[in-house]
């Protein structure tokens, strides 16, 4: 008679790997099975390569399994919906420390690739702050008169909420190539801030340059 294992399980927010991540997961869940199934969307491959090949450098989506009896780890697509994001499963035929090890292993590995502003960006957290501000704000309106500084305690509460949906709905990021072949963000979006930047900076002179002809044919007018 033996006691029938629990399985073990963990959720996270999306994360973001590069390839050395993805072959450390492969590996470590290979050392609980004899062969290891990488599958992205409908599709399973046989290698990285050829994962990389058929879908280019950078998939949102990604599941490592080893089967029964091993570890298995889904990475889902982002876009709406309540499913988690990045769940990680141990399937340990009975009390087997070595698929616990490992599962616990890839656990904390996963973790530490949650970006830091994913470790603020948590939807009900953001939601609870949101709620908790506009309650505080009316019981507060009914004694003092509202004031600018006030709504910029519910205003803020709803841009971080606004920001963990948009987290959350772009998902995890995983890239194919070592880390030292991806472009930084900066270089990666060279081109948009720049034109960002400038447009800002035309904005802000156009608005200045109305703001003095207004303020000089003001004065002229009798």
Do not use: C
Request: net charge positive.
């Amino acid at each position: 008679m033996k006691k029938i294992a629990n399985t073990l399980d963990a959720w996270m927010p999306p994360v973001r790997l590069y390839r050395e991540d993805v072959e450390a997961i492969m590996d470590r869940v290979g050392r609980t099975t004899e062969k290891v199934t990488i599958a992205s969307g409908d599709y399973t491959f046989d290698s990285l390569d050829e994962l990389r090949e058929r879908r280019g450098n950078l998939v949102r989506q990604l599941e490592v399994s080893g089967g029964f009896g091993s570890i298995s780890l889904t990475i889902a697509q982002g876009g709406s919906g309540i499913r988690p994001r990045v769940a990680l499963y141990g399937h340990p035929r009975d009390d087997d420390s070595a698929v616990a090890g490992e599962w616990r292993y890839l656990r904390d590995l996963l973790h530490t690739r949650v970006p830091w502003y994913g470790r603020l960006l948590r939807p009900g957290v953001s939601l609870f702050a949101l709620l908790g501000s506009l309650f505080l704000l009316q019981v507060l309106s009914a004694r003092v008169p509202v004031s600018s500084m006030m709504l910029l305690i519910p205003g803020t509460a709803g841009v971080i909420l606004l920001l963990s949906a948009v987290y959350y709905w772009r998902g995890s990021t995983i890239y194919l190539d070592p880390r030292h072949k991806v472009p930084s963000f900066w270089k990666r979006n060279a081109d948009q801030i720049g034109v960002g930047a400038i447009g800002a900076v035309i904005g802000s002179v156009l608005t200045l340059l109305v703001q003095a002809i207004l303020a000089h044919f003001g004065k002229a007018a009798p």
